[in-house]
């Protein structure tokens, strides 16, 4: 591992994060949101905008008027409770939205000339006049057939990604992308469910979008993924594992570059629709963008590779791959412990790399006596005997015996 600092290694790839060994820890993770989000939309479901629901729409200048006060008064016009009031925009751009349920022509005068009489609105050029107010009114058909061409554009959107990467790649990277993309949809409308957004077409138009974003950005890991393992059953270097997430190493920095230089954009959108202009299109479009990028960005990295390593491991030939490698590593492990390391008689060790370095040193300390270089080969024609030592290694030590008959005291 390398010791320059972790930014540096992340800039340049090298971070050496496990993303794939600990995928059954991001597995757990995501499965506590997708729960979390599935029993949101089971049982408290959407806000629906009324564009899906049905409904009218009346408009007007804000003014100085609050949302309490023009409530109040459009349920004593109509007899009917207001589904939502809001004021958007600011400045001479304020304007108060009143969304109700579907009312018929006289309902939409009665409320008109109600809150015309009360709050006198002006048009663009300061005139006090009833065309101010304007209104709309969606029938529930028109809702039902958004919401099916919706629910069509997405299997269709699903469909062409899944034969584009079948086809790019392969069959387990198109089913690992899908499978992140499915869970990306189910968060980002977890989040709208638990939150409480209201759900428009412009939100349905920004998920189709980041889905295609969250898409994009799988594609580059997996397209390294796809480079860093061609011809990888033909060697022991490495598994499949290893190489992808190598993968997502290399590509993190670029995924989290794309990722901030795409919150940017999004973030001023969000300023100049919410706060300056108040336009709920926009602002729609915006909030659902910021959430599928964060989520996309999320499970490219955490979901869609390790989903990929689990569907490989499951097959023979990269499980057995991923077998020889472990058994090249165990027995590589075991050459290194099994080599055998030579003492002198100073206690300075000799490995037989620098034996053949030492040689001519080792024959003249044994013509001097001083030290030896002993293997097993020796030990029928050596009186000493072996030590084990740690690694798989052997130290010779003369004997008692040898040492009392050598030694220059010896009276004979």
């Given at each position: 591992m390398s010791k320059r600092p972790f930014f540096e290694r992340i800039y340049t790839g090298e971070g050496g994060i496990e993303f794939v060994s600990q995928r059954r820890r991001w597995y757990g993770i995501y499965a506590i949101i997708l729960v979390i989000c599935l029993v949101s939309i089971i049982f408290r479901g959407f806000t629906l905008g009324i564009d899906f629901e049905g409904g009218t729409k009346i408009t007007m200048p804000a003014g100085d008027v609050s949302k309490t006060e023009v409530a109040d008064t459009f349920h004593e016009a109509t007899g009917v409770e207001a589904q939502q009031v809001q004021i958007i925009g600011s400045g001479n751009a304020r304007n108060v939205e009143i969304e109700s349920k579907h009312l018929n022509d006289d309902e939409i005068s009665e409320a008109r000339e109600a809150l015309f009489s009360k709050y006198h609105p002006k048009d663009a050029s300061g005139k006090e006049t009833p065309d101010s107010i304007g209104d709309s009114t969606v029938s529930n058909s028109w809702g039902s057939t958004i919401t099916h061409r919706m629910v069509l554009a997405l299997?269709?959107?699903?469909?062409?990604?899944?034969?584009?990467i079948t086809v790019r790649f392969e069959r387990d990277m198109a089913i690992a992308a899908i499978s992140a993309l499915?869970?990306?949809?189910?968060?980002?409308?977890?989040?709208?469910?638990i939150i409480g957004f209201e759900v428009s077409p412009a939100s349905v138009i920004g998920l189709l979008t980041v889905l295609s974003y969250s898409l994009y950005d799988t594609?580059?890991?997996?397209?390294?993924?796809?480079?860093?393992t061609a011809g990888l059953?033909?060697?022991?270097?490495?598994?499949?594992?290893?190489?992808?997430?190598?993968?997502?190493?290399?590509?993190?920095?670029?995924?989290?570059?794309?990722?901030?230089?795409?919150?940017?954009?999004i973030g001023a959108l969000m300023v100049v629709a919410v706060w300056l202009l108040g336009v709920g299109t926009l602002k729609d479009l915006s909030l659902v963008q910021l959430l599928g990028v964060i989520e996309g960005t999320f499970s490219s990295i955490f979901l869609a590779t390790p989903i990929l390593v689990s569907l490989k491991s499951r097959q023979k030939k990269y499980s057995e791959h991923t077998k020889r490698v472990e058994e090249s590593r165990k027995a590589e492990s075991s050459n290194q412990e099994n080599e055998l390391v030579a003492v002198t008689s100073d206690g300075s060790e000799i490995t037989p790399s620098e034996s053949s370095d030492s040689e001519p040193s080792a024959?003249?300390?044994?013509?001097?006596?001083?030290?030896?270089?002993v293997h097993h080969s020796d030990r029928d024609r050596e009186a000493g005997r072996f030590h084990s030592r740690e690694g798989g290694g052997a130290s010779w030590r003369p004997d008692d015996n040898r040492r009392r008959n050598n030694s220059p005291f010896d009276g004979n």
């Open positions: 299997i269709v959107f699903l469909a062409l990604i899944f034969l584009y499915a869970v990306d949809a189910i968060v980002v409308s977890g989040l709208y469910s594609v580059v890991v997996f397209d390294k993924v796809h480079e860093n059953t033909k060697t022991t270097t490495s598994t499949y594992a290893e190489q992808a997430n190598l993968a997502v190493n290399q590509t993190m920095m670029r995924s989290i570059s794309t990722s901030l230089f795409s919150i940017l954009p024959r003249a300390s044994r013509r001097r006596g001083s030290s030896r270089i």
